[in-house]
């Protein structure tokens, strides 16, 4: 048990090295343009060739930010939500739209926050950003799809929770951080 936990560390090590600066001291390698908007929007445009555009929101919300204990996992259920629609436009026609302008998209939370991602190509662009927008101030949704929707998370976590490799990271997460919220995965404690 001990070596496979030294191979996990060493694990972090290796990632965390791979995504350190470059030697211009620079995250991003690429001009980028940063603005902060009245409503404190952050934006970041990093031109690059081609006629695509990678869109993401990040919302400066993860896992270690649910603090009351027995209330786990909750920032990786609303990021599931968050495809549940809206008045204007519901999950079904947001997805017929995003399939339509042949979009790839997809979500994932981590400890420290949650990202919404869609790839496009340009001229798509002004659409995109009115249904997220949309989404991210008008989402709706039924208790009966809050309930299935929690059915779909639980079944994810009774998937990873078979994964030897979920386990450990679970229980060094638990062991490291026995007092500070970086101790439960963002998928939460089953219990939860």
């Given at each position: 048990?001990?070596?496979?936990?030294?191979?996990?560390?060493?694990?972090?090590?290796?990632?965390?090295?791979?995504l350190a600066?470059?030697?211009?001291?620079?995250?991003?390698?690429?001009?980028?343009?940063?603005?902060?908007?009245?409503?404190?929007?952050?934006?970041?445009?990093?031109?690059?060739?081609?006629?695509?555009?990678?869109?993401?929101?990040?919302?400066?919300?993860?896992?270690?930010?649910?603090?009351?204990?027995?209330?786990?996992?909750?920032?990786?259920?609303?990021?599931?939500?968050?495809?549940?629609?809206?008045?204007?436009?519901?999950?079904?026609?947001?997805?017929?739209?995003?399939?339509?302008?042949g979009a790839?998209?997809?979500?994932?939370?981590?400890?420290?926050?949650?990202?919404?991602?869609?790839?496009?190509?340009?001229?798509?662009?002004?659409?995109?950003?009115?249904?997220?927008?949309?989404?991210?101030?008008?989402?709706?949704?039924?208790?009966?799809?809050?309930?299935?929707?929690?059915?779909?998370?639980?079944?994810?976590?009774?998937?990873?929770?078979?994964?030897?490799?979920?386990?450990?990271?679970?229980?060094?997460?638990?062991?490291?951080?026995?007092?500070?919220?970086?101790?439960?995965?963002?998928?939460?404690?089953?219990?939860?």
């Amino acid at each position: 048990m001990s070596r496979l936990i030294a191979l996990f560390l060493l694990c972090f090590v290796v990632v965390g090295s791979s995504l350190a600066q470059t030697s211009s001291g620079r995250m991003i390698t690429f001009p980028a343009h940063t603005e902060a908007l009245d409503n404190g929007l952050e934006t970041i445009v990093i031109s690059m060739p081609g006629g695509l555009v990678s869109f993401w929101l990040i919302v400066r919300t993860g896992s270690r930010d649910e603090f009351e204990h027995g209330h786990t996992g909750f920032a990786h259920f609303f990021e599931h939500m968050m495809f549940r629609g809206t008045e204007r436009y519901s999950a079904d026609v947001y997805n017929e739209i995003l399939t339509e302008i042949g979009a790839s998209r997809n979500a994932y939370t981590t400890d420290d926050l949650t990202a919404y991602h869609v790839s496009i190509a340009a001229e798509d662009l002004a659409l995109v950003m009115d249904l997220e927008s949309d989404r991210f101030k008008n989402l709706a949704y039924s208790e009966d799809v809050f309930r299935t929707e929690a059915g779909a998370v639980y079944g994810e976590y009774r998937k990873n929770v078979t994964n030897p490799f979920f386990a450990i990271y679970e229980g060094v997460m638990t062991t490291a951080f026995d007092a500070h919220t970086y101790g439960h995965t963002t998928m939460g404690f089953e219990e939860d």
